[in-house]
Nanobody, 116 residues
Framework: VILEESGGGLVQPGGSLRLSCASSLSVFDFGALDWYRQVPGKQRELVATIFRNGSTNYADSVQGRFTISRDAPNYTVNLQMSRLKPGDTAVYYC???????????WGRGTQVTVSS
């Protein structure tokens, strides 16, 4: 499985960004696809999950501001981020667990910086 994130950048507080995770497999091949984020010196944090049935979960810190969605024909999962805060600054990664051995697969990440 190959995952590739895009869409990161520099944005002012209160602004919006949309991240995309392009997968080498159909998004319906996965039981779930997650977005994580990480800042230097801290553990990777789960931000949002979309399940095969379309249900979603969000971290409390992003609930109501972030939306995860699928673009199935393009093998892509998006993360729409609104009302961004400096505390959202991190490298954002997409993640899946796949295969009989249930291996973890990660993208290389995309940097999001929220600053004035």
């Amino acid at each position: 499985v190959i995952l590739e994130e895009s869409g990161g950048g520099l944005v002012q507080p209160g602004g919006s960004l949309r991240l995309s995770c392009a997968s080498s497999l159909s998004v319906f091949d996965f039981g779930a696809l997650d977005w994580y984020r990480q800042v230097p010196g801290k553990q990777r944090e789960l931000v949002a999950t979309i399940f095969r049935n379309g249900s979603t979960n969000y971290a409390d810190s992003v609930q109501g501001r972030f939306t995860i969605s699928r673009d199935a024909p393009n093998y892509t999962v998006n993360l729409q981020m609104s009302r961004l805060k400096p505390g959202d600054t991190a490298v954002y990664y997409c993640h899946v667990i796949w295969g009989v051995a249930r291996n973890d697969y990660w993208g290389r990440g995309t940097q999001v910086t929220v600053s004035s």
